[in-house]
C-alpha cells in the first residue's frame, strides 16, 4: 500500500535554507527562513527564557499532560499581551483563548472553530500571503479568495485594490489579516486603514482573522497590536492567531494561542469547548514546556522587563539593518530601494526577478526565495558589503 506513494517536493523555503547549509562558499548569505539571527549569525535564546528555564527545571514536579486548554497562566499572559491590558472586551470577559503548537496550531484550530461555524465560510487572503496560510485554512476545507494587498511596482499596499476586492466580503466570510510586519511584502496597513477594514467588516458583516507572528519586531509590542486592538473595540466578534516564536525566540518549542473574541462571556466560554475538541481531533494537548516559560516571563514584573528590553534591543537592529541595506543597496546599483526603510519586520521584497534571485544563488551564494523575499534579520555586519556588491552585480546583469 504505501509504495504507492512517492517522494514529494521539499518545502520550498526550507528547501532553500538545507541547499545553503551544505553550500561550501564561506561567504554565503541566508536569508531564507524567517527567524532572527544575531549580529553573530545565531538565534539566540532570549535572556528571560534562560532565566525562566533555569527556575522551571529546579520547580517542575510533573511531566503529566497540560490540560487540553494549556497553561492558564500563559492564556491570561497572552490575552493581554496581543488585547492590551485596559482592552474593554477582556473586561467584559468576551476574550477566551487556547494554547496551541506554534501560531501554526493557532491558524489551524481557528479553521477548525470557522469551519464549525460555517463550514462553506470562504476566506479571504492577501495577494501575496505566507504561503503555509493555504493548506493550514484550506486541509479543513475552507475555501479561499484573494484580495489585492502588495503592490509591487510602487513597494507598498494597494489599499484602494484591497478595499474593492473586500467589498465583495459578505458575512459568513472570513478575512485574513496579517497584525503586523506582513509576510512576505513587509507593508503594513496604517492606523486609519485599519479603521477603514473595520468600517467594512461592520458594515458588510464579514469575520476578521488576524494572524499576529511577529509582534514586537515591527515598532514595539504596543504600536505592533494596536490594528488588532483597533478590530477588537469596534466589532463583536475576531479571531487571532498569535505566536511566541519569534519575539520570546520559542520557535522550536512550538507557543502560541488562539484567541476568540466574542459577542458575550457565554459564547467565549463556548468558543474554548470548541477549540478544545478540534485540538483533541489533531493533536489532543499542546506542549508544555514553550508555554510554562512564555506564561513566567509574562506574569513576572522581572522576566518581563528583561524580555522587553532584549527584543525592543532586536527591533531596534532590524530597523537599523533595513536602513543600512537600503544605503548600501542604493551605493552599488542606481535603483530606489528606500522601500526597506519603510517596511516592517523581518521580510522585504528586493524586487528581483525570479532569474535574478536564481543568478545571486548560484553565482554568489546568496540565498533568498525567488519571489525575491530576504528575511532582513539575516543581514550582519559581515556580510551587509558582500550582499549588496552582489545584488549589484546581478542588477547589472
Ligand atoms: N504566521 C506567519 C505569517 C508566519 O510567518 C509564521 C512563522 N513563520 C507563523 C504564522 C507561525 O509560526 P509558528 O507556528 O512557528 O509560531
Redesign the pocket.
Known sequence: MLDKLTQLPEDSILGLAAACRVDPNPHKVDLT??IYMSEAGICPVFDAVRLAQQALIEEETTKAYMPPAGDATFNTGMQRLVMGGDSPALAAGRVSSIQT???????RIGAEVIHAAAPDARVWVSDP??P??IPLLGSVGLSFETYRYYDPAEHGVNFEGMVADLQQARRGDVVLL?GCC??PCGADLSLEQWGTIADMAERQGFLPFV?I??QGLGDGLETDAAGVRLLAERLPELII?A????NMGL?RE???AAIFVCASADNARALVSQAQVAARRIYSMPPAHGALLAGRILSDEALTANWEDELQAMCRRINGLRTSLMSKLQQHSDRDFSFIEREKGMFSFLGLTPAQALALREQHSVYMLDSSRINVAGVNGANIDYLAEAVGKVLRG
Open positions: 527562513v524567517g503548537p506554534g501560531g501554526c496550531g493557532a491558524i500571503t505566507w503555509v496560510h496579517h506582513h509576510n494572524d507572528a511577529y492567531a505566536s511566541c516564536s519569534k520557535y512550538r507557543t502560541g
